[in-house]
Each structure stands twice: as C-alpha cells, then as structure tokens.
C-alpha cells in the first residue's frame, strides 16, 4: 500500500471530494450572487493516520513530494499551505487536532479552473472531520475550505467551489444562493451532456493576478450604489451610472445573476445554451477575464452542430472552456473541437467526459 511505503503505518480513514465546473453565474458568487455548478467525475482523495512524532506529514503523488511541519512552523507554500490551513482553521473551531500523517492523490486537473484547490481542501476537511469525529457539516466544511483560500493562498475568493466540491453531485446542477448558503439540485436540460476542454493556458488566480482587482471593482461599484452588495441590483441600466470600468464589471455580475434566475426554470436546452454563449460573451467584453486561446476554443464550440452553448468556465485568465451538448455527441464533439483548435495553432485536451481524441 502506497500510504504504508510513505509513512510505514495504515491510514486510518480515507475521504474524497470532486472538482466542479460552473455551468452559469461566474463571479456572482463574491457579489452575493447566484451560482449553478455542477460535480465533475474527478476527484482529490486524501488518507490519513495518526504521526508517529510531533510533526504533520504531507505527501502528494502528483508531484512525488513529501513535506513535514510542525504546528509551529512558517505556513509551508505549494499544495502543502492548503492542508495546513485546513488544520489550523478546524483548530480555531475548537477541535484539537494531533500530528498527521495525510497521502494526496487526484484526477482533478490543476490549472484547468475546476477547482483542484477546493477539492483537496473538502477532501482533507471530509477526512479530518471522519478521522475524529467532528460534528462539522458540509456547509461549514465549504466555510472554512473559502477561509482557506483567503487566508493561506491569498485568494479573496467567493464560496461557490467549496460548497460545489462538498454539496454537489454529476448528476445535477446545483443552484446556490451565496447570500443565504440555501441551496438545491437543478436538473439539465433534457436530452443534454457536458463537454469540458481545456485551452491549454493554465488559469492561475493567485494574489497577483486580476481576480483580487475585480472583486475590489465590484465592491467599489456596490458602494457607489448604494447597495450591500451587487447582486442587489436586478436591473442591467442602474449600473450606467458608474465611471469605466465599474461600469462594465457591475454590468457583468448584474446580467451574469440574471442569467442564472432564468436558467433555472426548466429551459430548453436552446435557450439554456444561448445564455451561455451570453456568458462568455459577458465574460469577455465587460470582465475581461478571457484570453485570445479561450475564446478561439469557445468559439469553435459555438460553431459545432450539436452545441447548444459553450463559455469559459473557472474564474478566467486561462483554463477550461464548458459546453452544453446533445446527449452521446459529446465524443464526435471535442474529436472535432480539438481538431479545428489545434489548426488554429493551440493544444487543448478534453476532460469531460474522458474520451479518447485523435490528436
């Protein structure tokens, strides 16, 4: 056992939790918006047992490398900086938690916008949680993973992929109202499939890139208007007001949330489809999240027969591109895809579902 050969003692509990892709509603979730995930089929597991030392234990298979700390130590960076921050914050709910051994292994693809980072913090959450027998929630999981995320990646991160990661299924969308936390299953158009690609330009949300920026934009765009939080505003025109570029930003969020009202009332796979295209769109122009690879890729999807609607998914700057299909088409589909995307000189590949593409 690969845990035993690390650590040279059994796990004793395992725990898992999958990535997510956003179907509709990116970016609403730090506005107090409404957001409509879905689980994919990949998933971060993690084991763990109890140290045989003073000192917390880490492993990931992914990238061969163990790191040991102590309570005391400088916060470690890399993968580790999330499985200790995870320890901290269930230490500040008030649970004494002893040195661990903890072995990381994942099919969620890093870089790619479906939320490694919150799936190995719900998996480790999930496994700490049954290791001691806390009586933790899944929603307060999702609380601290978002806490996580702020405080030990620097990231000021909405709440979606946590609660996506530890609430969610691959069978429904999952709408979530991120004021309240309420949330319930969405099912999908009729007759429908999920295609996810990746662009191939790795989507990197660390403290330096522009999504803290945008959050801020949105916060300052809120108290020009008077108003808690943007998803306070319903009507598209209130936000005209506002100089370049809060105006945009807030016009994004603003018709983003709008999107996701309408999406969730049993539609067409059609219409479902065109406010995805209006997403990317959205995205794009008044965001500017988007890169010239990611909407080369979208585009293409858009073009196919059998698309009803395609848009970059993940909170932007590179990553993955979702498409709502025809169900059994998604193969033919993304051979086609990648085709035209390599011709258009990018490398992409295909996540869900795991088909096999001539390349």
Do not use: W
């Amino acid at each position: 056992m690969k845990f035993q050969r690390v650590f040279g003692t059994l796990p004793k509990t395992t725990a898992s939790a999958p990535g997510r892709v956003n179907l509709l509603g990116e970016h609403t979730d730090y506005n107090d918006g409404f957001v409509l995930p879905t689980a994919i089929p990949q998933r971060t597991t993690v084991q763990i047992g109890f140290s045989s030392d003073d000192r917390h234990h880490v492993y990931s298979a992914e990238y061969d490398e163990l790191i040991n700390f102590s309570d005391d130590d400088t916060i470690p960076q890399k993968f580790v900086s999330y499985i200790c921050g995870c320890l901290r914050l269930v230490e500040k709910e008030g649970y004494k938690i002893p040195p661990i051994n903890l072995y990381i292994t994942s099919t969620v693809p890093i870089g790619a916008g479906l939320s490694s980072s919150a799936a190995l913090e719900i998996a480790t959450l999930r496994g700490v949680r049954a290791l001691l027998n806390l009586p933790l929630d899944d929603v307060r999981l999702a609380q601290i993973g978002q806490q996580v995320e702020i405080r030990y990646a620097g990231l000021n991160c909405g709440i979606m992929d946590q609660m996506a990661s530890s609430l969610a299924d691959t069978n429904t969308m999952l709408l979530i109202d991120t004021r309240s936390l309420e949330c319930r299953p969405i099912p999908f158009p009729t007759n429908t499939e999920i295609l996810i690609i990746d662009s191939g330009e790795s989507h990197e949300l660390a403290a330096g890139s522009g999504y803290n920026k945008r959050r801020a934009e949105c916060e300052e765009s809120a108290r020009i208007l008077g108003v808690k939080a943007l998803r306070d505003i319903a009507d598209p025109q209130a936000v005209e007001v506002l100089p370049e570029p809060l105006r945009k930003r807030a016009r994004h969020v603003v018709t983003e949330n709008n999107r996701v009202l309408e999406a969730i009332k049993s539609l067409p796979a059609k219409r479902f489809g065109e406010l995805m295209n209006a997403s990317h769109a959205s995205q794009r122009d008044d965001y500017e999240v988007s890169v010239p690879a990611v909407d080369t890729l979208a585009a293409i999807l858009q073009s196919i027969p059998g698309v009803f609607g395609a848009r970059l998914t993940g909170g932007g700057f590179g990553g993955a591109c979702v498409a709502l299909v025809e169900s059994g088409k998604a193969g033919a589909i993304a051979s086609e895809a990648i085709d035209r995307y390599q011709r258009a000189g990018y490398s992409g590949r295909v996540l869900v579902p795991e088909v096999k593409v001539n390349s």
